[in-house]
């Protein structure tokens, strides 16, 4: 337990009102401002277990077709 009170990203309900969060939102403001400067998206060693992240993904890849996700 005290190995994810250190992770920077550990734990499904990091952005959960509810929890006390282990992950400031700037966080995912920041991908999600970011992801959209890119076409291709290379994704390593990511589980895809991760909801908020998920959904950054898959709204960043129904804005264009020509954007593409490599998941490794």
Same mark, same amino acid.
Request: positive net charge.
């Given at each position: 337990?005290? $190995?994810?009170?250190?992770s +920077? +990203?550990?734990?499904? $309900?990091k952005f959960d009102d509810r929890r006390e969060q282990v +992950?400031?939102?700037r966080f995912l403001e920041? $991908?999600?401002s970011n992801i959209?400067?890119?076409t291709k998206l !290379?994704?390593?060693g990511y589980? $895809?277990?991760?909801i908020h992240v998920n959904g950054? !993904?898959?709204?960043w890849l129904e804005v264009a077709t020509e954007r593409r996700l490599f998941a490794r």
């Open positions: 337990m005290q $190995f994810l009170r250190r +920077l +990203l550990a734990g499904a $309900f +992950l400031s939102r920041q $991908f999600r959209n400067w890119v !290379v994704c390593i589980s $895809f277990g991760d950054v !993904v898959l709204g």
